[in-house]
């Protein structure tokens, strides 16, 4: 399972992130005595990454094992971070990458422009939430174009691809009191890119999943709409408690089972 933060699972322990929790439902079902294995299932989750970035750790560290199902949880890194982008990568490239980038590469090289490497603490006097850039649905195409890149380099070894549409705090309709809160206070250095993401999730589901032929892809986000408003699924805008990782573990069980029926 290739992700950032959300896969990591940075919340919660190890037991109850949901690539342990999906290895355990996969191991206990009808599958294993139908392939006549059982399964292993290896969180390749790193903070900060895009899919570009799960691409790469693909490429470098897992196409040669041949796994039978790869996994994209994708969403919360690139509809964040496209909006930060340079413009010309994301629109002629479909690159993205977090906006700390820019000031890292200009440590590097030495450059000339005044750097602020903490720039993000609201007690810095150069303090500046961080804005958008970019057109909406530029931001969502390149999301779409890198992730069918990952799904052909992997079906190409005839493994299996899911593609997971993140959920966020966002996507229920209706909040606990602490989920709440959380979306009340948190990083306001990135409160702006935050308050873009609803759009971006309804124009991605809208126009890319709404699709033909992108069955591929698990809608997470419109599968936490309905959640019960008494248990705190997310523990900040984006990262899941146990309940949430629960709730990402059945929707990926379950799109494994139909996988393997059909």
Same mark, same amino acid.
């Given at each position: 399972v290739f +992700? +950032? #933060?959300?896969?990591f699972s940075i919340l919660v322990k190890d037991e109850d992130t949901f690539c342990y929790k999906l290895q355990k439902k996969l191991n206990n079902s009808i599958l294993v005595k139908k392939l006549n294995k059982k399964f292993k299932v290896i969180n390749m989750g790193q903070p900060g990454n895009v899919i570009l970035n799960q691409l790469l750790n &693909? =490429? =470098?560290f897992a196409e040669n094992t041949s796994p039978d199902i790869v996994i994209s949880h994708f969403g919360a890194g690139d509809l964040h971070t496209g909006q930060c982008s340079?413009? #010309? =990568?994301l629109n002629n490239y479909n690159i993205t990458y977090n906006d700390i980038c820019e000031v890292w590469a200009k @440590?590097?090289?030495n450059s000339n422009h005044e750097i602020d490497p903490d720039l993000n603490n609201e007690k810095n006097a150069n303090f500046k939430p961080v804005t958008s850039k970019n057109n909406p649905s530029s931001i969502v195409k390149s999301c779409y174009e890198r992730l069918t890149q990952f799904k052909s380099i992997v079906e190409r070894k005839n493994a299996k691809f899911i593609g997971g549409f993140q959920s966020w705090i966002y996507s229920k309709e209706k909040l606990s009191q602490n989920e709440k809160d959380k979306l @009340?206070? &948190?990083y306001k250095y990135y409160q702006k890119i935050y308050s873009n993401i609803p759009t971006l999730c309804e124009l991605f589901k809208n126009e890319i999943i709404s699709k033909n032929n992108n069955d591929f892809i698990l809608d997470l986000h419109s599968s936490f709409k309905n959640l019960d408003s008494n248990i705190s699924?997310? +523990?900040d805008v984006v990262h899941t408690l146990e309940p949430g990782d629960e709730k990402i573990a059945d929707e990926y069980f379950n799109k494994i089972l139909n996988l393997y029926e059909n």
């Open positions: +992700g +950032g #933060s959300t896969v &693909y =490429l =470098l340079d413009a #010309s =990568l @440590k590097i090289h @009340k206070n &948190y699924h997310f +523990g």
